[in-house]
């Protein structure tokens, strides 16, 4: 039986067990995470994030959900290792981070992280889905992970877990799925979403790449203007900024608070 060093690390709510594996001695991660994640059994995330070499930018993150998949991105997970990068200095506070999404770029001053993200792609506008014999008006757009958005008059009518999973699972999105994210207009500039996560299988305080996909379909369709304000299911506020060039979204960055909150061992 040997030991691993993780730190526990949040952001919007989001919570995540990084790892160090820049020397790649740490080997079955899919079943680590699975272990580690266990909030009865191990120490309890969302997902754990592994720091490891890259050849192009100044290391890659892997990401790793409870359920022991690989996720192709993590908008808060990103956040999160950029400032525990920075912290543990495998980069400078403005860095480049290798993800199977692409390239991400991160600038961390002080617990304030802003990642710009991947473009986003495969938009789909305004198509319904069949849920239970009910008609449910969605878009959908890649964030770097499948994101699909239901405009709501109120949230705390929804239950998420229940039609987050219909939507994840719905056959439109098959093979993959998608997340979930309900989201309800509060101004112009203000919106409030609570997301379901592929992977971790329920609703989570927050979604970097949700909020993301939340603002800037909210962009178009209310005609809003960047930095859009994401107030998450934790209570506390993301801002995404974008671009528009030519029809399409460019420039997209997701900014706010980090915590990396305590480091430990534990017994493998």
């Not at 020397?23 to 699975?34: C, E």
């Not at 400078?92 to 304030?112: F, H, R």
């Not at 969605?138 to 705390?156: Q, S």
Request: aromatic residues 8%; neutral net charge; contains cysteine.
């Amino acid at each position: 039986m040997g030991k691993i060093k993780f730190t526990k690390a949040v952001a919007t709510g989001n919570d995540f067990i990084i790892i160090d594996n820049m020397q790649g001695s740490i080997r079955n991660l899919s079943q680590l995470a699975k272990k580690l994640c266990d909030r009865k059994w191990g120490i309890g995330a969302d997902g754990l994030l592994v720091a490891e070499p890259s050849k192009r930018c100044d290391f890659k993150m892997r990401i790793f959900n409870p359920d022991g998949s690989e996720a192709e991105m993590c908008g808060n997970g990103s956040r999160c290792i950029a400032l525990y990068a920075a912290t543990r200095k495998i980069a400078k506070s403005e860095m480049t981070v290798d993800t199977i999404a692409g390239v991400l770029q991160a600038a961390v001053k002080g617990d304030v992280v802003k990642v710009r993200l991947t473009e986003p792609k495969d938009i789909r506008w305004n198509f319904c889905l069949m849920i239970n014999k009910c008609p449910y008006k969605v878009n959908f757009v890649d964030t770097g992970v499948p994101h699909t958005i239901h405009f709501v008059k109120d949230l705390d009518d929804i239950d998420v877990k229940n039609l987050g999973s219909h939507i994840r699972s719905h056959g439109e999105f098959a093979p993959g799925g998608t997340n979930a994210d309900f989201v309800k207009i509060v101004d112009k500039n203000n919106i409030k979403i609570r997301t379901y996560e592929r992977g971790v299988e329920d609703e989570t305080l927050a979604c970097g790449t949700g909020a993301v996909a939340s603002a800037i379909i909210s962009a178009e369709t209310e005609k809003m203007k960047s930095p859009v304000i994401v107030e998450t299911q934790s209570g506390e506020k993301l801002k995404v900024y974008f671009e528009m060039v030519e029809g399409n979204f460019k420039n997209v960055y997701l900014e706010g608070m980090a915590r990396l909150v305590y480091e430990g061992e534990i017994l493998i």
